[in-house]
């Protein structure tokens, strides 16, 4: 459990990083956002759709037999993509961070002052982040209670689309205020909602659920995952993307790497 936790803190984390990548506005590359993000979706859906439900139905199907099992996997799984769907829809998505982080404001910064409106931005793009973060967390630490390795390789993909992440609530409140002190605070934050996520999430199923049924959580954030990758990442991709090659190769190269990650590792769940 102590591995879990330590695997699911350094996946959020890597918001850190994308907050450092923030405070370069050299490196704000629209391009770059869109392949990066595509690249997070091919990795979370090949690995849900590759690993993750093939072995809650293994381990389920031992319990009550293939078909059964079949039917309690897909539908907890569609019931993990509804409940992204619906805090998706309560989460205002009007801000777009890669518009946010122009010469004008730049300009501002350098001569000193504050723009509140747009360091109101990013601390809400902040908040938002961190309630996106909240099934990712429970996500990798569930994988990892499964399997190490497995869990290893998910934190690794949850970790890559937690950059661009850190990067869009760094830019605009670097932007605002040009403390790089603050915009990596703000960014921080965000990321640590994922332990934060993993254990209320994981005392949450274990309250509900018998410990032979947990598998039923993987099919759970698996679903989640799916979802949040047909809501959030491929859209944001399409937005930033100059051509559609950019997010093409960036997703097809996630899922290459995500097939070549689990053949290495060789460590299925359950």
């Known amino acids: 459990m102590a591995l879990a936790l330590l695997v699911t ?30 690249f997070a979706a091919g990795l979370m859906l090949t690995i849900s759709v590759v690993e993750i439900i093939p072995g809650a139905l293994a381990g389920l199907g031992e319990l009550v037999g293939p078909g059964p099992a079949l039917a309690w996997v897909l539908g907890v799984a569609v019931l993990g993509t509804l409940t992204v769907v619906v805090i998706s829809a309560l989460i205002p998505h009007r801000l777009n961070p890669g518009q946010t982080t122009g010469g004008r404001e730049l300009e501002r910064t350098r001569r000193g002052e504050v723009d509140a409106r747009l360091l109101g931005s990013g601390m809400l793009l902040a908040v938002v982040v961190g309630l996106h973060n909240l099934p990712e967390g429970l996500a990798t630490f569930v994988s990892t209670l499964q399997s190490p390795s497995g869990g290893v ?104 790497v995500m097939v070549l990650s689990l053949w290495l590792l060789a460590a299925p769940f359950g």
Do not use: K
Not at 25 to 37: D, G
Not at 230 to 237: D, I, T, Y
């Open 9 to 38: 803190t350094l996946a959020g984390l890597a918001t850190c990083l994308g907050g450092w990548l923030g405070t370069r506005p050299a490196l704000l590359a629209p391009h770059v956002l869109a392949a990066s993000l595509a």
């Open 153 to 256: 390789v998910l934190a690794v993909a949850i970790a890559l689309h937690n950059v661009p992440e850190g990067l869009a609530v760094a830019a605009p409140i670097y932007a605002a205020t040009g403390s790089r002190a603050r915009a990596l605070l703000w960014a921080t934050l965000s990321g640590l909602a994922e332990p934060v996520g993993a254990v209320l999430g994981y005392l949450a199923l274990r309250a509900v659920l018998a410990p032979e049924w947990l598998d039923l959580s993987l099919a759970l954030v698996a679903g989640m995952m799916i979802a949040v990758s047909f809501s959030e990442l491929l859209p944001a991709a399409r937005r930033y993307q100059r051509r559609t090659r950019e997010s093409l190769v960036g997703f097809l190269l996630g899922a290459v």
